[in-house]
Nanobody
Framework: QVQLVESGGGLVQAGGSLRLSCAAS????????LGWFRQAPGKLRELVAR???????DYVDSVTGRFTISRDNTKNTMYLTMNNLKPEDTGVYYC????????????WGQGTQVTVSS
């Protein structure tokens, strides 16, 4: 079982930046199976950014141009750099693992809170 631990959340003003980290431990297939979800209060969890099986970044439209997903294979860590944050970006951000070569998400971190004030 892969363990995923997020960090880096916090309170930031609109227009500010944060960088989230997801440290993966255990026998992970590849960092390409990782992605970031978020869940705003009263809303469903949504996929924000992920790596494709080919290792390319993929984003939901609402964060394209503002968020960047990246990874450090030497540290088994994935990052989400969030710039120009908006109040609607507020939520709990989760690191997740999907089954290789599929769109099924099978494992989740505990989440880290991001709050953007207006």
């Amino acid at each position: 079982q892969v363990q995923l631990v997020e960090s880096g959340g916090g309170l930031v003003q609109a227009g500010g930046s944060l960088r989230l980290s997801c440290a993966a431990s255990g026998s992970i297939f590849s960092l390409n199976v990782l992605g970031w979800f978020r869940q705003a209060p009263g809303k469903l969890r949504e996929l924000v950014a992920r790596f494709t099986s080919e290792g390319r970044p993929d984003y939901v439209d609402s964060v394209t141009g503002r968020f960047t997903i990246s990874r450090d294979n030497t540290k088994n860590t994935m990052y989400l750099t969030m710039n120009n944050l908006k109040p609607e970006d507020t939520g709990v951000y989760y690191c997740a693992e999907r089954r290789p070569y599929s769109t099924t998400w099978i494992n989740w971190g505990q989440g880290t809170q991001v709050t953007v004030s207006s």
